[in-house]
T-cell receptor, first 112, second 113 residues
Framework: QKEVEQNSGPLSVPEGAIASLNCTYS??????FFWYRQYSGKSPELIMF????GDKEDGRFTAQLNKASQYVSLLIRDSQPSDSATYLC????????????FGKGTLLTVNP | ETGVTQTPRHLVMGMTNKKSLKCEQH?????MYWYKQSAKKPLELMFV???????ENNSVPSRFSPECPNSSHLFLHLHTLQPEDSALYLC????????????FGDGTRLSIL
């Protein structure tokens, strides 16, 4: 089983819709969870991070964590064409910050 | 300057060349990382330096040699690379704590002829 799994997509949504990006992880002891956005040819940019079960909102973005199900998601409300990018889920398996494992990413396309 | 800066942005080299990638962070972080990103693969952690000491070396071939002279600078020395080493090489930095995010530089796009 892969450590961090994401649907590679592409996920296509119309402008103004809600985009839902999902991520599952295998290590039940994982402690912190990060979402990065990566535009083509650019480096990953931190969008959100979450440590506790439940929801965390920041502007149009909401991260959701369910440790019992080993599942973390990112919702993007009122999607814009500028949100079109690859979204990387990263999971910290604990102990030290460098125990960060990335998924392959989900390509999101927001159509005008 | 702010953030994490990497040079050069692009590098083309032959298999027998020696070159170095440079990374500098202006965030006051105490940990720095080298990652390799190839097409259709997850980010692969190569090396980690925490407080200027190497703490992780993920079975990286010896043709890649890291150097961390101080907490703000990180180098990746390249020698006798193979075509499969062509990739985007990303540097990142963070505070050494499980709840702190890593911040990435813009990367060096490396092509091996």
């Amino acid at each position: 089983q892969k450590e961090v799994e994401q649907n590679s997509g592409p996920l296509s949504v119309p402008e103004g819709a809600i985009a839902s990006l999902n991520c599952t992880y295998s290590d039940r002891g994982s402690q912190s969870f990060f979402w990065y956005r990566q535009y083509s040819g650019k480096s990953p940019e931190l969008i959100m991070f979450i440590y506790s079960n439940g929801d965390k909102e920041d502007g149009r973005f909401t991260a959701q964590l369910n440790k019992a199900s080993q599942y973390v998601s990112l919702l993007i409300r009122d999607s814009q064409p500028s949100d079109s990018a690859t979204y990387l889920c990263a999971v910290n398996r604990g102990g030290s910050n460098y125990k960060l494992t990335f998924g392959k990413g989900t390509l999101l396309t927001v159509n005008p | 300057e702010t953030g994490v800066t990497q040079t050069p942005r692009h590098l083309v080299m032959g298999m027998t060349n020696k070159k170095s990638l440079k990374c500098e962070q202006h965030l006051g972080h105490n940990a720095m990382y080298w990652y390799k990103q190839s097409a259709k693969k997850p980010l692969e952690l190569m090396f980690v330096y925490s407080l200027e000491e190497r703490v992780e070396n993920n079975s990286v071939p010896s043709r890649f040699s890291p150097e961390c002279p101080n907490s703000s600078h990180l180098f990746l020395h390249l020698h006798t690379l193979q075509p499969e080493d062509s990739a985007l090489y990303l540097c990142a930095s963070s505070q050494e704590s499980v709840d702190q995010p890593q911040h990435f530089g813009d990367g060096t796009r490396l092509s091996i002829l």
